[in-house]
């Protein structure tokens, strides 16, 4: 039960003892660039575990084994600087969650264990690139090392990083470090800090809200960094690599400490020994575009400015949204995120690190299933939640300002950037390029020194594209299969799949791999009840191995949640735009069912439901309960036979013509061959 709201700012907690010293700290692996727990009595373990339904206990509360491994690492150095100087394919399980901080998580490809010999250890690498960005540069050095060190393919991810899968242990300080000379970072991807920033990938130059959201995805990202140079340490062996010197907003802000939101004396000002409870997300748009998914993430802002003069007011701010839940654990759940306030530009970064700060302070250590900031939220209520947080921030928020619908903005396709040049929006299939697309992505991105941008859906953009080079470029991506937006089924534009299977440790069956084949079977059903493709009927189809959520299914219309071999929980009731939470429909469906239950609800939809209602709208509208009366006496409709008299013979000059044009097209003979013979009756007909 939450306890009750405060009503006054200026009211203190009594049961949460802040962090102190209990001087336990680890002696032995003390660097000389950053003081160690032992050395300073204030860096010590976490004295109070923050359990705001409970009441103080006399002895320290109980604390995960991870919470002792940051303690005792001596910010994030040891064991793993030892870990990685040894002979073995694999870290020891303390390194295994300190390696997530610098940006890796060690993984076994469970298809590559040969007959009881062991389980296989390679190396996820996951960069970080606020909003999405990527120079020239760094784009081929990833390339690169795909082919040299990783497993031949690049996956974008639903965060606008890139993914490396595939690093064995020997190599991955090559990998790293690679990375860190050419101005990349994979700090702070993983962990339990501040992960990649989200802002709408989109280089609108034109207008100033898409600016500021990138601009401040920077800051954010600079402010909440990890500061005690660690990451050097390990992977550069103390040498620091020249970066871009910080915004001094930035600066100021991380060192402000009037309201108790620093750990004094700590290398770690924010962050302190403990780091945070858990993982720690973030997301900046602008209002109409949730391109990002912002009401998913722990903290979602929204630039509010002037479009015509360019004047920054500040940001509406929103908290406690998270995916992530455990199947069966009732106390474990999805959530949107909540309006807290308003907040002026000046004052945006400080109230970022308030909230950071409350989280830090009294989010659970002791349960990690239970630390996100949306449970904290959650037991608390927004309310409470706001006064803690406004005693970090030394001021109020604002009253919550009016925004317009949201939409969900897949930018596929060619756009104006608004100087004078392109972006081309790429769809990649479940944001993995791989086989020809890679070569002949790599060769476009090259050959034109383009930069690209990844967006939060697993596409890619490629941008400041001369309108010169426009046909030239379309024409090389469509020939390896990169086709425009018009050329794949809407379906596939808006789908997601996390990578699960064979190599993440808690997938539990397919989604990458299989969520291709489930797509074409669900344009089969839709066509097969009468909901074709050309009249736009199409639906949000997220699919993850396990419940964790990293494909964000839980705001899709139809989500797929992996719940043992072949088999999946159906979530639905999300909207199109991702703004209502799906519900599980149906518990263990094994994907060779998918037709008796699916088809029923799409033939429901297109007999009942309403004018453009979307597939989720129609689901929130009629309810589960009659959707499943529905199912239970359905008769699914006679196909048609498809015989001889429906084909047409052509001799095989005109095949192979048909087929070099619908090559150069990036669509199908079949294709092809219909839309001239429509066109040739409607000219006939006039």
């Not at 760094?138 to 595939?166: I, K, N």
């Given at each position: 039960?939450?306890?009750?709201?405060?009503?006054s700012?200026?009211?203190?907690?009594?049961?949460?003892?802040?962090?102190?010293?209990?001087?336990?700290g680890r002696?032995?692996?003390?660097?000389?660039?950053?003081?160690?727990?032992?050395?300073?009595?204030?860096?010590g373990?976490v004295?109070?575990?923050?359990?705001?339904?409970?009441?103080?206990a006399?002895?320290?509360?109980?604390?995960?084994?991870v919470?002792?491994?940051?303690?005792?690492?001596?910010y994030l150095?040891?064991?793993?600087?030892?870990?990685l100087?040894?002979?073995l394919?694999?870290?020891?399980?303390?390194?295994?969650?300190?390696?997530?901080?610098?940006?890796?998580?060690?993984?076994?490809?469970?298809?590559?264990?040969?007959?009881?010999?062991?389980?296989?250890?390679?190396?996820?690498?996951r960069?970080?690139?606020?909003g999405?960005?990527?120079?020239?540069?760094?784009?081929?050095?990833?390339d690169?090392?795909?082919?040299?060190f990783?497993?031949?393919?690049?996956?974008?991810?639903?965060?606008?990083?890139?993914?490396?899968?595939g690093?064995?242990?020997a190599?991955?300080?090559?990998?790293?470090s690679?990375?860190?000379?050419?101005?990349?970072?994979?700090?702070?991807?993983?962990?339990d800090?501040?992960?990649?920033?989200?802002?709408?990938?989109?280089?609108?130059?034109?207008?100033?809200g898409?600016?500021?959201?990138?601009?401040?995805?920077?800051?954010?990202?600079?402010?909440?960094?990890?500061?005690?140079?660690?990451?050097?340490?390990?992977?550069?062996?103390?040498?620091?690599?020249?970066?871009?010197?910080e915004?001094?907003?930035?600066?100021?802000?991380?060192?402000?400490?009037?309201?108790?939101?620093n750990?004094?004396?700590?290398?770690?000002?924010?962050?302190?020994?403990?780091?945070?409870?858990?993982?720690?997300?973030?997301?900046?748009?602008v209002?109409?575009?949730?391109?990002?998914?912002?009401?998913?993430?722990?903290?979602?802002?929204?630039?509010?400015?002037?479009e015509?003069?360019?004047?920054?007011?500040?940001f509406?701010?929103?908290?406690?949204?998270?995916?992530?839940?455990?199947?069966?654990?009732?106390?474990?759940?999805?959530?949107?995120?909540?309006?807290l306030?308003?907040v002026?530009a000046?004052?945006?970064?400080?109230?970022?690190?308030?909230?950071?700060?409350?989280?830090?302070?009294?989010?659970?250590?002791?349960?990690?299933?239970?630390?996100?900031?949306?449970?904290?939220?959650?037991?608390?209520?927004?309310d409470?939640?706001?006064?803690?947080?406004e005693?970090?921030?030394?001021?109020p928020f604002?009253?919550?300002?009016?925004?317009?619908e949201?939409?969900?903005?897949?930018?596929?396709?060619?756009g104006?950037?608004?100087?004078?040049?392109l972006?081309?929006?790429?769809?990649?299939?479940n944001?993995?390029?791989?086989?020809?697309?890679?070569?002949?992505?790599?060769?476009?991105?090259?050959?034109?020194?383009?930069?690209?941008?990844?967006?939060?859906?697993?596409?890619?953009?490629?941008?400041?594209v001369r309108?010169?080079?426009?046909?030239?470029?379309?024409?090389?991506?469509?020939?390896?299969?990169i086709?425009?937006?018009q050329?794949?089924?809407?379906?596939n534009?808006?789908?997601?799949?996390?990578?699960?299977?064979?190599?993440?440790g808690?997938?539990?069956?397919?989604?990458?791999?299989?969520?291709?084949a489930?797509?074409?079977?669900?344009?089969?059903?839709?066509?097969?009840?009468?909901?074709?493709?050309?009249?736009?009927?199409?639906?949000?189809v997220?699919?993850?191995?396990?419940?964790?959520?990293?494909?964000?299914?839980?705001?899709?219309?139809l989500?797929?949640?992996?719940?043992?071999?072949?088999?999946?929980?159906?979530?639905?009731?999300?909207?199109?735009?991702?703004?209502?939470?799906?519900?599980?429909?149906?518990?263990?469906?094994?994907?060779?069912?998918?037709?008796?239950?699916?088809?029923?609800?799409?033939?429901?939809?297109?007999?009942?439901?309403?004018?453009?209602?979307?597939?989720?709208?129609?689901?929130?509208?009629?309810?589960f309960?009659?959707?499943?009366?529905f199912?239970?006496?359905?008769?699914?409709p006679?196909?048609?036979?498809?015989?001889?008299?429906?084909?047409?013979?052509?001799?095989?000059e005109?095949?192979?013509?048909?087929?070099?044009?619908?090559?150069?097209?990036?669509?199908?003979?079949?294709?092809l061959?219909?839309?001239?013979?429509?066109q040739y009756l409607?000219?006939?007909?006039?």
């Amino acid at each position: 039960m939450a306890e009750a709201t405060l009503s006054s700012a200026s009211a203190k907690f009594a049961t949460f003892d802040g962090l102190r010293g209990t001087g336990n700290g680890r002696s032995s692996r003390v660097a000389s660039v950053a003081p160690s727990a032992a050395t300073s009595p204030s860096l010590g373990r976490v004295q109070a575990t923050a359990t705001p339904v409970q009441p103080p206990a006399a002895a320290p509360a109980k604390r995960s084994k991870v919470e002792i491994y940051k303690e005792e690492s001596n910010y994030l150095r040891y064991p793993l600087i030892d870990d990685l100087a040894n002979e073995l394919p694999n870290v020891s399980a303390a390194s295994e969650q300190l390696i997530k901080f610098h940006g890796s998580y060690m993984q076994d490809d469970r298809e590559a264990r040969q007959g009881g010999g062991g389980r296989a250890y390679q190396f996820m690498m996951r960069t970080r690139q606020p909003g999405g960005k990527v120079d020239n540069r760094l784009y081929l050095v990833m390339d690169d090392l795909a082919d040299q060190f990783g497993s031949g393919t690049l996956r974008l991810t639903t965060r606008q990083t890139f993914q490396l899968h595939g690093v064995l242990k020997a190599n991955l300080k090559e990998v790293f470090s690679t990375v860190i000379r050419n101005m990349g970072s994979t700090l702070g991807a993983c962990g339990d800090l501040n992960r990649n920033v989200l802002a709408p990938e989109v280089p609108f130059v034109d207008r100033p809200g898409y600016r500021y959201a990138q601009e401040y995805a920077d800051k954010i990202a600079a402010l909440l960094a990890p500061q005690s140079g660690a990451y050097y340490d390990v992977w550069l062996d103390g040498e620091k690599v020249l970066s871009a010197e910080e915004p001094a907003d930035v600066v100021a802000a991380r060192a402000d400490n009037r309201f108790g939101t620093n750990i004094e004396g700590s290398a770690e000002p924010i962050y302190g020994t403990q780091y945070l409870p858990r993982k720690f997300k973030v997301a900046i748009t602008v209002p109409g575009d949730n391109s990002v998914d912002l009401l998913t993430n722990d903290l979602g802002l929204v630039v509010l400015c002037d479009e015509s003069t360019g004047q920054l007011h500040g940001f509406n701010v929103l908290v406690g949204g998270g995916m992530g839940r455990s199947h069966r654990n009732e106390q474990t759940e999805p959530r949107l995120a909540e309006p807290l306030g308003f907040v002026a530009a000046e004052d945006v970064l400080y109230a970022v690190k308030a909230i950071v700060a409350a989280q830090r302070d009294y989010g659970r250590r002791d349960d990690r299933k239970q630390a996100r900031l949306k449970y904290l939220i959650r037991d608390w209520g927004i309310d409470r939640f706001r006064t803690v947080v406004e005693q970090y921030l030394g001021k109020p928020f604002q009253p919550f300002r009016p925004l317009p619908e949201w939409q969900s903005k897949p930018y596929v396709g060619w756009g104006e950037q608004g100087d004078g040049r392109l972006y081309y929006g790429l769809h990649i299939e479940n944001g993995r390029i791989k086989g020809e697309a890679k070569k002949a992505l790599r060769a476009v991105i090259e050959k034109y020194n383009l930069p690209v941008r990844i967006s939060a859906n697993q596409n890619l953009l490629l941008c400041d594209v001369r309108k010169a080079w426009r046909p030239r470029i379309t024409q090389e991506l469509a020939a390896v299969g990169i086709l425009g937006k018009q050329y794949v089924d809407p379906l596939n534009l808006t789908a997601m799949a996390c990578p699960a299977l064979p190599l993440c440790g808690l997938a539990i069956t397919e989604a990458e791999r299989g969520l291709p084949a489930v797509l074409k079977r669900i344009r089969a059903m839709l066509d097969k009840v009468g909901l074709r493709q050309q009249q736009a009927h199409s639906l949000v189809v997220r699919m993850t191995g396990c419940p964790n959520g990293c494909a964000r299914p839980y705001v899709a219309e139809l989500g797929f949640v992996g719940d043992g071999a072949n088999t999946y929980q159906l979530w639905l009731g999300g909207t199109p735009n991702q703004t209502k939470l799906a519900r599980v429909f149906l518990e263990k469906v094994k994907v060779g069912e998918l037709e008796a239950v699916l088809e029923p609800l799409f033939a429901m939809w297109k007999a009942h439901g309403a004018k453009a209602e979307s597939f989720g709208d129609f689901t929130n509208r009629v309810g589960f309960e009659a959707m499943k009366e529905f199912m239970a006496g359905y008769t699914a409709p006679v196909a048609r036979q498809r015989g001889m008299a429906r084909r047409i013979t052509v001799d095989d000059e005109l095949s192979n013509k048909l087929q070099e044009v619908a090559r150069q097209r990036g669509t199908t003979v079949a294709k092809l061959t219909r839309e001239a013979l429509l066109q040739y009756l409607a000219e006939q007909k006039e």
